[in-house]
């Protein structure tokens, strides 16, 4: 194998060849001309991409790996790594977006002259584009000499898919691949703080990232980033260059401790910091300019990248910082929360739903400031906003209605934006007179000033949920099942059975799994996805694909039995009607059963057997996944399949009725308990 020769694990194996990974792990136990491990670990080996493709090709696997995929696997195998492979490879995509006849004149020639001309082009494109401080260094030839043959493939795909979205696609792969590595701000919250700063010509992140928050600006003319790892620095550069026209000014370095832009006076400053950090310079930054409102404690690290930002507006600029709550009642911050009061700085408080951003597990906050104007007098409100989701339930990041955040928010934000005041929604949003927060505390967390909306809804609305109740229980009875008999005698006590995996290979039903996240979408009309949460539930489609996503999801049909792999439950749904079309969504299995041959409700009955489910699985070390190839089934006449399905159908009715009533009779007894404690509903 020629040294520095890609390698690829059995799960990129398994994505080359369009197969599960159990797939790659058959392979390899029943073929001793599969290739042997190069490298890797003994439970994680890594094998050559090229005997790979080699055997898949022989075997009638693989006509042609997909161009994206060998792509990928040319840039994770970079003999000097993925990340310097990805900057190589945006320098190439910005000169092939700039100046596509340019890159077909150099690409003409061998590789080697190719690695010697390229460095002068490139450098041409990298001064043009990007202003001092500039972020992204221009490679020189033997720098670029192992990357022509990638550099050749990015250029490729980026005819057949554009640059911008090449480009994507990769730094993708590659955020995925190290998911410890990198913070990542989502899509969503980084719409919603563009949202709130609204038009901006010159925009800045100081602790940039990946760059989602200044994608997220519409139309600026100038972005401004500076993130601390060099390396992250460059990538930002060239996404944001490959994003839009707008000039961009990227540096590396610590913002607190070695601002690039220090003479900025910019429109909007959005930014996702780093929280509790403890070594932010507090030592030798004790007499920085920038500390306006207060010398921030060495456990407010926060509130130093609050007043940073203020120092880099221009007079009536606006800041939208994500928060961690902490920082809204910690007593080691309340004088520099109540200076931002006093002066008008702080103008709203947003708490967002945990699952909203990393860290997930809790609810953060948004922070929407704006630089004093001299020639204005301060607000005498501040607006407190509170997102939390209605259902504690459906919480979580995959389950979170970003559209009915997004209005909630900005439907306060507005009108206090331009009066100053804004009319209260009980429990949602309010404007807080300034003089009220400004206690011994100055907690500013919106929980504590908008107390939730009583459940009942008046007398009228706990009404209406009775008669529900008392409708859904009368249906629960007559759906309950009939008393239990012993089977005939004739039933034999030990059927034959068959497996899941059995009845793949023979064609009677055909497998596919679900990896679609959810997420924001750009389209006028996403498409829903079924998350995991949804089919333990029994809830409609709840998610959205992610913003960027290339790869086709899987569709959901009606009659597609769908089964959760994480966890050892014993839930199963069958696909109806209004669910069909959407995605399938990641941890879910999906056994599409043939009609000829198998029964869907028959199939999902038999799955849900708690014994069948224990046989089925396989334990981690905190974890439960079903291999949903072993779970077993009877093997009957699709007459009798059919006896069993229509059993199985009344079971699943009464159980949706009975989760129903369950939610009704919650709603009812707490809106009892609110109305009878707020006075609404008479004793």
Request: contains cysteine; proline residues 9%; aromatic residues 4%.
């Amino acid at each position: 194998m020629p040294e520095n020769a890609a390698e690829v694990t059995a799960a990129e194996i398994a994505r080359l060849a369009g197969v599960g990974r159990a797939a790659v792990s058959n392979w390899r136990r029943r073929h001793a001309d599969f290739p042997k491990p190069v490298g890797g670990t003994e439970t994680s080996p890594s094998f050559a991409l090229a005997d790979v493709e080699r055997w898949l090709r022989d075997q009638g696997k693989l006509a042609e790996v997909p161009l994206r995929e060998r792509v990928w696997q040319q840039l994770s195998g970079h003999p000097d790594g993925a990340v310097t492979a990805l900057v190589h490879a945006g320098c190439t995509l910005l000169l092939v977006h700039d100046r596509p006849a340019g890159w077909l004149e150099l690409s003409a020639v061998s590789d080697q002259r190719l690695a010697d001309v390229l460095p002068v082009a490139l450098e041409e494109v990298l001064t043009r584009r990007f202003a001092v401080p500039r972020a992204v260094r221009t490679p020189v030839p033997g720098e670029l000499a192992p990357s022509v043959p990638l550099l050749r493939g990015v250029a490729e795909l980026a005819a057949e898919s554009g640059a911008r979205r090449a480009f994507e696609f990769l730094l993708g792969r590659h955020l995925d691949a190290n998911p410890r590595q990198y913070t990542l701000t989502p899509a969503e919250p980084a719409a919603l703080m563009a949202a709130l700063v609204g038009p901006a010509e010159s925009v800045l992140d100081p602790a940039s990232g990946t760059g989602t928050l200044l994608r997220a600006v519409e139309r600026p003319t100038a972005l401004h980033a500076q993130e601390t790892d060099p390396d992250l620095a460059a990538l930002t550069a060239l996404r944001l260059a490959l994003h839009t026209d707008a000039g961009v000014r990227a540096a590396a370095g610590d913002a607190l401790r070695a601002d690039a832009f220090p003479a900025l006076a910019a429109d909007a400053v959005l930014c996702h910091p780093p929280f509790n950090e403890r070594n932010w310079g507090h030592d030798e930054l004790a007499y920085d300019p920038r500390w306006e409102y207060g010398f921030p404690a060495r456990t407010e690290s926060e509130l130093a990248w609050v007043q940073h930002a203020l120092a880099r507006l221009r007079p009536g600029g606006t800041a939208v910082l994500l928060m961690p709550p902490a920082a809204a009642s910690r007593r080691s911050g309340r004088r520099i929360r109540a200076g931002l009061l006093r002066r008008g700085a702080l103008r709203a408080v947003v708490a967002l739903p945990a699952g909203a951003a990393p860290p997930y597990g809790i609810p953060l906050h948004l922070w929407v400031l704006r630089k004093p104007d001299a020639a204005e007098r301060p607000s005498p409100e501040l607006l407190l906003v509170d997102t939390a989701q209605p259902e504690p339930a459906a919480a979580g990041r995959d389950n979170l209605d970003w559209q009915a955040i997004r209005t909630a928010v900005l439907d306060a934000w507005h009108p206090f934006e331009r009066q100053g005041t804004v009319e209260e929604t009980p429990g949602v949003s309010r404007s807080v007179p300034v003089i009220e927060l400004l206690d011994d505390d100055v907690d500013l967390a919106p929980a504590r000033h908008l107390p939730p909306p009583a459940e009942s809804g008046g007398a009228d609305e706990l009404a209406a949920v009775r008669v529900r109740l008392t409708d859904t229980l009368r249906r629960t009875g007559e759906l309950t099942p009939p008393p239990v008999e012993a089977p005939p005698s004739a039933e034999p006590a030990h059927r034959p059975t068959t497996t899941v995996g059995e009845l793949a290979r023979s064609g009677a039903l055909v497998l596919h799994a679900g990896a679609v996240p959810s997420g924001a979408t750009a389209a006028a009309d996403p498409l829903p996805v079924l998350t995991e949460q949804d089919v333990l539930s029994g809830k409609a489609p709840s998610g959205t694909l992610p913003d960027g996503t290339d790869e086709e999801p899987v569709r959901v049909e009606e009659g597609d039995v769908v089964v959760p792999v994480l966890g050892g439950g014993t839930i199963v749904r069958v696909v109806d009607g209004p669910t069909a079309g959407a995605a399938l969504g990641r941890n879910l299995q999906l056994l599409r059963p043939d009609p000829e041959a198998l029964d869907p409700w028959f199939l999902a009955g038999f799955l849900r057997g708690s014994a069948n489910q224990r046989q089925a699985s396989s334990y981690a070390s905190t974890a439960t996944r079903l291999d949903v190839r072993r779970l077993q089934l009877p093997r009957l006449a699709l007459a009798d399949q059919q006896r069993y399905g229509d059993r199985f159908r009344e079971l699943a009715a009464f159980e949706d009725a009975l989760r129903l009533a369950n939610r009704l009779g919650e709603r009812l007894v707490q809106g009892l308990y609110d109305g009878l404690t707020d006075g609404s509903v008479g004793v």
